[in-house]
């Protein structure tokens, strides 16, 4: 497989495309984030243009962290156009696990095949059909926890799953890898999981064969910006700042060495 390193490099040459179609609280952290990386955000999110700029855009985000009944019809129509157009779509089901509506807007999106599903520890749990600690957004369980069941999601969905938090866990159902760095401010600043959601579609809009390390490589650039920014930071606030002004300058070796593969026999390129 294509390593993380290599991916960056991709990705700052290319600027892909990104749709978001994410939350209130999200939109101005993950398009700075994306930004800082080298992507090119566009927060894209009406019912009567979300599904025709997905076939221009080189991968779609869709967040469910502020949803209404009318913007539930923009991902669908979003979900459905990457899908026929042949891109990857990444699903970040935020808070699925507290009410009905989101519950069943989560079903529905699952059934239209996202490529990629990143999600906190109880977000993933709850997938899983597992009982799970979280409390509205945040989560309450450690990733541990949560790897067996998305492992299983993986193979229900056909998706790569990515489990964060204070170490980070991905599978596509058959491989698998945990990602260390990052730092105890990330989850005391609001949106940085929505932005790695993000940051998953850019990198698989560069590898769009490839979800598995478009992931893996997404998971460890933040790895690495974190540890960096925890360095400069007086608390979450300055540590916001620094994360941002740490994600250009992140050398492609330092993502390589955070990541650790389960069964490094099984990291093959994925299929064409
Ligand atoms: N205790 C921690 N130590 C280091 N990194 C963390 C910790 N908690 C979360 N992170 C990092 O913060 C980012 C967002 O993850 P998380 O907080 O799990 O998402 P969400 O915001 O959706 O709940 C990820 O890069 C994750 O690795
Ligand atoms: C606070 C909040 N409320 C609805 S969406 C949202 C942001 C959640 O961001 P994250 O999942 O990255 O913590
Ligand atoms: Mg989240």
Known sequence: MTPPSLLLARLR??????QCITNYVAM????????????????????????????LAGATLINI?????????????????????GKPWVLDPVAHQATTFRRATV???????????RGNASEIIALGGGSSQGQGVDSGDPVEH????????????????AVTGAVDYVSDGTRAAWVAGG??????VTALG??????????????????FAATVAALALFGAAGRIAHEAAAGPGSFAVAFL???????????????????????????P
Request: glycine share 6%; with cysteine; aromatic share 4%.
């Open 13 to 18: 040459d290319t600027a892909p495309l990104v």
């Open 28 to 55: 101005n952290i993950t398009a700075n984030v994306l930004l800082a990386a080298g992507a090119s955000p566009a927060m894209v999110h009406a019912t009567e243009e979300a599904g025709e700029f997905a076939a």
């Open 146 to 161: 949560a790897a067996a069941l998305a492992r299983a999601v993986a193979r229900q969905h056909g998706a790569v799953v």
């Open 183 to 188: 730092s105890p401010l990330m989850p005391r």
């Open 245 to 271: 002004d740490a994600l250009p300058g992140v050398n492609g070796a330092a993502l390589d060495a955070l990541v650790t593969y389960e069964n490094a026999s099984l990291a093959a390129p994925d299929q």
């Open 65 to 85: 962290g502020t949803l209404s009944a009318d913007w539930r019809e923009g991902m669908h129509r979003a979900a459905e156009s990457a899908r026929a157009h």
């Open 107 to 117: 079903a529905g999106l699952l059934a239209l095949h996202p490529t990629l599903i």
């Open 194 to 211: 929505c932005a790695l959601s993000a940051l998953c579609a850019a990198f698989a809009a560069v590898a769009p064969r490839e979800p």
